[in-house]
């Protein structure tokens, strides 16, 4: 049976600045060393000891103190590897640390140190600190490089007006010689579900001489996908090979695949994912997409195949075998799922609950119990002190609730609940909606009250579960002669939809 799940499509994010610049600058009192043009390895030996922060808690200051108080020496180029790294894996409130370490230190910031600062602000505080940031910089400090960080800030928080009028701003600056603050642009409207809007600007491009990257193809070809217009991706991908043969990387490759895949063109599909493998691109992520696009075109060799490739290429990784098992899962390889699953957790160095969420998933779904029970106890033992059980949880309450097993339901929710504390959860929508079911199908209200009692204290209790609470009253034959006032008192829209319901139960 062909699997017709959308797959993932190549990331049409912005760029932002990757790299920070080296400065050669001494600060003798906190022994900061003018950068060496040969490395020593010792970026990577401060970056794994403020890494590990994320599980032992601490602060960056102190960390950056005890490691100058051993007498070691702190390189600014050192500093920026760790912030590039940090930044990387998502650790955005201990790489800003590392800035704010530098600055205090008085480390001389390049032009681009501002605008990692700006971005990492806007990422841990918000928007309105980073614009009060960029507020205070000197004039040397607003350059092109401040002002795109900041325009990426408003692209990705959906900010139009803002977004537009320091493109503007940009604009008079002369700050749009290349096609970063247009791919900011483009990115937003295909957030925004106007894809319409990303070929004028593909147009400015061309009429400024601006040349085409590869991320500009990328979305300029997902804008026509979102218009159902094939002729329209294909006639974008063949300007592009035709303008200049370099610019088909292996992401061009993908998005194309991925865009053929959500048309359910899987011959074609497969064309554009041979190809991909024909470039043999020195970059895990790329077979990460081949094993998922695979996957979509219900190629089960394909996917064993390149992971054969992949464990060749580069040493295994959690995220790597994260990606093989959502496949086979997906492709509902259960053995395969199981002799994978185990070679990887022989092996595995730190235990990754995603996996094992993975697997437990399917095994549910197969009513395969006593295997998922045995593999979310030994997870339990073996994940460290960070790791979150909810996805598993949720697994076994869907299985629990689908078997008739209420109570059991229940106990898997007050043991997420405790978790709650510690980390913030919401219920995965399709869990929600099981649990709602139940009820309605019981023509248990009492039951769905105390749910969204729960909901609400979560901070979820919205349209959807107030639509299927209603359901369930209409499924039992009862009023809630309060339930307009409760809408009203909880923020929820009275639409159409919902005021059809809404009469069966509160009547006017």
């Known amino acids: 049976m062909m699997i017709r799940n959308q797959s993932r499509l190549i990331s049409t994010g912005s ?31 401060l970056y794994k000891r403020l890494s590990a922060l994320g599980a ?32 990387k894996f998502g650790r955005y409130r201990h790489a800003l640390e590392v800035i704010e ?75 749009l010689g290349n096609t970063v603050a247009f791919n900011n642009l483009s990115t937003m409207y295909l957030r925004l579900g106007q894809p319409e809007k990303v070929r004028p600007l593909v ?61 359910e ?20 992520k790329a077979y990460h997409f081949l094993i998922s696009l695979y ?41 395969i799922l199981k002799q994978c699953f185990e070679e990887w957790e022989s092996r595995c160095s730190s235990y990754d609950m995603r996996l094992a969420d993975v697997i437990i ?26 790791a979150r059980f909810f996805k598993s949880r949720e697994s076994f309450m869907i299985y629990y609730l689908r078997s008739r097993q209420l109570d059991l339901a229940l106990n898997e929710m007050e043991a997420a609940l405790s978790e709650a504390k510690q980390f913030h959860w919401r219920p995965m929508q399709v869990t929600v909606d099981t649990f709602f079911r139940f009820f309605e199908e019981e023509k248990d209200v009492d039951g769905a009250e105390e749910f969204c009692k729960v909901l609400k204290s979560l901070n979820c209790l919205d349209f959807s579960a107030y639509s299927l609470l209603i359901k369930t009253y209409i499924a039992a034959g009862k009023l809630a002669s309060d339930m307009r006032q409760r809408l009203e008192d909880d923020d929820i829209e009275i639409t159409d939809e919902l005021e059809d319901l809404l009469v069966k139960v509160c009547p006017p």
């Open 203 to 263: 147009n400015q491009m061309k009429q400024r001489n601006i040349s085409l990257d590869n991320l500009t193809y990328i979305v300029w070809m997902q804008s026509y996908s979102h218009l159902n217009d094939i002729d329209g991706v294909e006639r974008v991908f063949y300007e592009m090979c035709n303008e200049c043969e370099d610019k088909c990387r292996w992401t061009t490759y993908s998005n194309l695949a991925s865009i053929y895949v959500k048309a």
């Open 15 to 45: 760029y932002l600045v990757r790299q920070l610049c080296s400065t050669p600058t001494e600060t003798v009192s906190q022994r900061i060393a003018a950068p060496t043009p040969f490395p020593t390895g010792n970026e990577d030996k």
């Open 295 to 335: 996957c979509n075109t219900s190629n089960l060799d394909a996917v064993n195949r390149v992971w054969g490739i992949l464990k060749s290429t580069f040493p295994p990784t959690n995220t790597s075998s994260l990606v093989l098992l959502q496949a086979l899962a997906k492709l509902n390889a259960i053995d």
């Open 361 to 386: 998933r399917a095994y549910l779904q197969k009513d395969m119990y006593e295997e998922a029970a045995l593999i979310f106890n030994n997870a339990k033992k073996r994940a460290n002190a960070s």
């Open 56 to 87: 032992t808690g601490g602060s960056v200051t102190g960390a950056l103190n005890a490691y100058i108080m051993e007498g070691k020496t702190v390189r600014k180029d050192m500093l920026e590897y760790c912030v590039r790294s940090l930044r």
């Open 101 to 175: 370490w530098m600055e205090s230190r008085k480390i001389h910031f390049s032009y681009t140190d501002f605008a990692v600062y700006l971005d990492l602000t806007a990422k841990t505080k918000g928007i309105a600190a980073a614009e009060e940031y960029f507020n205070s910089l000197s004039e040397y400090a607003k350059n092109r490089y401040t002002y795109g960080a900041l325009l990426n800030c408003y692209c990705k928080e959906l900010m139009t007006e803002r977004a537009l009028a320091l493109f503007e701003k940009m604009d008079e600056l002369k700050f």
């Open 265 to 284: 063109l899987f011959e074609k599909a497969e064309l554009a994912l041979k190809k991909l493998e024909e470039m043999k691109p020195r970059d895990r």
